[in-house]
């Protein structure tokens, strides 16, 4: 069986037959740049000591500093930080943002880490990974299981370090240390503009049903985004399950049962299971958890006309093609989740200026954004009457190759 990084390569490949390439260019993009690994030794509030494994890296820079998120998980390892890093590099060259793709990530279950040890592992990572970072080289970012607080952690080491105020060396801060306003609902209010857009060309309808798996950070948003817009959310789910209701979810009451880190089936909604959840009859699934979810094992069984990208790498290569030969639409990750990294970028620009914008200004500099990539990304599916995900491939090659090709 392919690994993740296999499959991203492949997937890449296909857009290979729409865009002319130099040899030398496509071995270039089908290897990660560079990378960093490290055994962070992390004190338990218990005295002991943990050495937990940790990664950075750098796919690309082709089009600018690499760009990418750290994932604080008890999955992570090399392949799957190689696939994340590789697909921020096509996020970025998609969304015409100048930035190539990194990803960071820590092996440990974040879960069982108290808050005072969280901050000893943000720090170490950032101790460990100092040289190989920077506003100019590497610009990390929230990701699965990391968030605001830990990135202000991360920038306060950083600033130990390098003696100075380097805002501009990590994205996703909270707004008191220099962050963006905004930034916390960009993933979903990105992907919310990308499915206004995609009804719209699909003619899909105006009230839709819609499944959301995974209720963190991007997919509480998003389920919160298309309810104020009059959509149902049928089901949603979070790590310990899914829970369905057809007339619709209570989506505010979930939101407060978040908020207390309780997990949605406190809700004492109907409860399901993960694989109930993805083929529900619906018209919209938007996958907000992790990768390898839609996979041959389900997807002839999806009934969704839209399956919306907000998680990274949801959809095997395998299941895509499946769900293709469906008519199901694919909006992917690439473009989809793309609004937190395009945020991002306008919090490294503020910061950089030092000058910032309200929120008004960054949601409508985002949707500015969203629509152009979206647009190109369904011209080029329409001309060469490819997937969407090939499109946004073709889209992203066209500048990687201005990019590479021009030295
Ligand atoms: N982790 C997010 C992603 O996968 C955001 C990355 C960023 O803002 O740099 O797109």
Known sequence: MATLYEDAVA??????????????????????????FANLAVKRDDNSTEVLPA???????????CKGGIRFHPDVCEEEVKSLGLWMTFKCAVMGLPYGGGKGGVKFDPKKYSQR?????SRAYVRAMADFVGPDKDVPAPDVYTNSTIMAWMLDEYNTIKRGSFPAFITGKPEGAGGSKGRGVATALGGFYVFQDAVKALGLGEKLTVAVQGFGNAGMHMAKYLHEAGHTIIAVSDSHGGIYNKDGLNIPKLMDIKKQDKPVKDSREKTITNEELLTLQCDVLVPAALENQITVKNAANIKAKLVLELANGPTTLEADEMLNKKGVTVIPDILANAGGVTVSYFEWVQNRMGYYWSEQEVFEKLKVKMAESFSQVHQAGKQHKISMRTAAYVVALERLKAAIESK
Request: aromatic share 8%.
């Open 55 to 65: 990664w950075r890296v750098h796919h690309s820079n082709a089009l600018g500093p």
């Open 11 to 36: 997937q890449i490949k296909k857009a290979y037959p729409y865009v002319t390439l130099t040899d030398g260019t496509k071995k270039i993009i089908e290897v990660p740049k560079e990378m960093l």
């Open 117 to 121: 040890e969280m901050e000893a592992v």
